[in-house]
C-alpha cells in the first residue's frame, strides 16, 4: 500500500514524466537511453550510485522488447553478437564492484558522477563520428556478411561492457560507433540488430552486479518501467514525420552540456561552449556534409 501511495507522488511522476520524455527520444533516433536517462535521474537529486542501478535494471526490460523485434526480423549477426557478449558480460558485471573498490561507500557517488561526465562527453563524440560515417557511406549497398574479427569485437564489447557497468552509458552509443568502423561493409539494420541483441545480455550482467552491491528502489524504478515503453512506443510511432538529423545534434548538444556540467565545469564556461556549438556547430556540420557528400540526401538508417 505504501508503494502505490509512493507512485502518486510528485517525485515518481516527475520520474514517469522523465523517462516517458527519454523513452521518445529512443523511439525517435534508438539512440540516447542511458546516456539521457542516467544524469537526469542525478539532476532530479537521486545518488549517482542508485541512479545508476536502476537505469540499467529499466533498460534491461527496454532492451530486450527492441532486440526481439529486430530477432523476429531476422536481422542480428549471431557470431559478432557472441564475441561482443563474451567480451562485454564479465566486465559489466564486475562496474558495481570496481565503483565499490575504488570509490568506497563515502565517494562512490563523487566517482561514479565523473565517470558518466566523461562516458557522456564520449558518448557525445561517438554520434558525430556516427553521423560522419553515415555520411560516408552514403551510396554503398552493403551485401552478405563480411567476416568477424574476433580479437576486436571482443575488445569493443570488454571496453564496451565496463563503460556500461561503471555507468549505463555506452551500449548503444560507443559499441554501435565500434561495429561501423571495423565493418563497414555490414547493413545498418544487422548492425542496429546485433547491437540490441549484445546489449540485453550485456545490460543484465551490469544491472545484477548493481543489484547486489547498491539494490534497486522500487519507488525509482517502477516509474522508468511506465513511463519508458510508452514514450519509447510514440517515439517509434513519429520516427517516420520527425527529422531525426534535428534531433541527433540536439542530443550532442545536450550530452556535451550536461558532461561539463557533472565534471563541474564552471557554469559560465558550460553557456559560452552551448552557445558556440548552438551557433557555430549547423555551419561546420555544413561544410562537412558538402565535402563529403555535396549530392546525398541526409538519412543515416541507424
Given at each position: 500500500m505504501d508503494l502505490l501511495a509512493g507512485l502518486f507522488t510528485y517525485s515518481a511522476l516527475a520520474?514517469?514524466?522523465?523517462?516517458?520524455?527519454?523513452?521518445?527520444?529512443?523511439?525517435?533516433?534508438?539512440?540516447?537511453?542511458?546516456?539521457?536517462?542516467?544524469?537526469?535521474?542525478i539532476f532530479l537529486g537521486i545518488p549517482a550510485t542508485a541512479a545508476v542501478?536502476?537505469?540499467?535494471?529499466?533498460a534491461a526490460v527496454n532492451k530486450s522488447v527492441g532486440a526481439a523485434v529486430h530477432w523476429r526480423s531476422g536481422?542480428?549477426?549471431?557470431a559478432l553478437a557472441g564475441w561482443l557478449i563474451a567480451g562485454s558480460v564479465p566486465t559489466a558485471a564486475a562496474g558495481a564492484f570496481i565503483v565499490r573498490?575504488?570509490?568506497?561507500?563515502?565517494?562512490?557517488?563523487?566517482?561514479?558522477?565523473?565517470?558518466?561526465?566523461?562516458?557522456?562527453?564520449?558518448?557525445?563524440?561517438?554520434?558525430?563520428?556516427?553521423?560522419?560515417?553515415?555520411?560516408?557511406?552514403?551510396?554503398?549497398?552493403?551485401?552478405g556478411d563480411p567476416a568477424v574479427r574476433k580479437v576486436p569485437t571482443f575488445l569493443v564489447g570488454a571496453v564496451g561492457g565496463l563503460l556500461v557497468g561503471l555507468t549505463s552509458v555506452g551500449s548503444g552509443s560507443v559499441i554501435m560507433?565500434?561495429?561501423?568502423?571495423?565493418?563497414?561493409?555490414?547493413?545498418?539494420?544487422?548492425?542496429?540488430?546485433?547491437?540490441?541483441?549484445?546489449?540485453?545480455?550485456?545490460?543484465i550482467a551490469a544491472a545484477v552486479g548493481h543489484v547486489i552491491v547498491t539494490g534497486v528502489d522500487w519507488l525509482i524504478l517502477l516509474p522508468l518501467l511506465i513511463g519508458g515503453p510508452v514514450g519509447t512506443f510514440l517515439g517509434a510511432r513519429l520516427a517516420s514525420i520527425v527529422p531525426q538529423r534535428v534531433i541527433r545534434r540536439g542530443i550532442v548538444l545536450v550530452l556535451t552540456l550536461t558532461g561539463l556540467s557533472l565534471l563541474d565545469v564552471p557554469p559560465v564556461a558550460v553557456g559560452i561552449i552551448g552557445a558556440g556549438l548552438l551557433i557555430l556547430g549547423p555551419v561546420?556540420?555544413?561544410?562537412?556534409?558538402?565535402?563529403?557528400?555535396?549530392?546525398?540526401?541526409?538519412?543515416?538508417?541507424?
Open positions: 520520474l514517469v514524466a522523465v523517462s516517458f520524455g527519454v523513452g521518445i527520444v529512443v523511439g525517435l533516433t534508438g539512440m540516447g537511453g542511458g546516456a539521457l536517462m542516467t544524469p537526469a535521474l542501478a536502476n537505469d540499467l535494471v529499466a536481422s542480428p549477426n549471431l573498490a575504488v570509490g568506497g561507500d563515502e565517494h562512490g557517488d563523487t566517482f561514479v558522477t565523473i565517470a558518466i561526465g566523461v562516458a557522456l562527453l564520449l558518448a557525445a563524440s561517438t554520434y558525430v563520428l556516427r553521423l560522419i560515417i553515415s555520411l560516408r557511406r552514403k551510396g554503398a549497398m552493403p551485401s560507433v565500434a561495429l561501423l568502423l571495423l565493418y563497414p561493409a555490414l547493413s545498418p539494420v544487422r548492425i542496429v540488430g546485433t547491437d540490441l541483441l549484445q546489449a540485453i545480455p550485456l545490460v561546420a556540420w555544413a561544410l562537412l556534409r558538402e565535402r563529403l557528400a555535396p549530392t546525398a540526401n541526409e538519412d543515416p538508417g541507424y
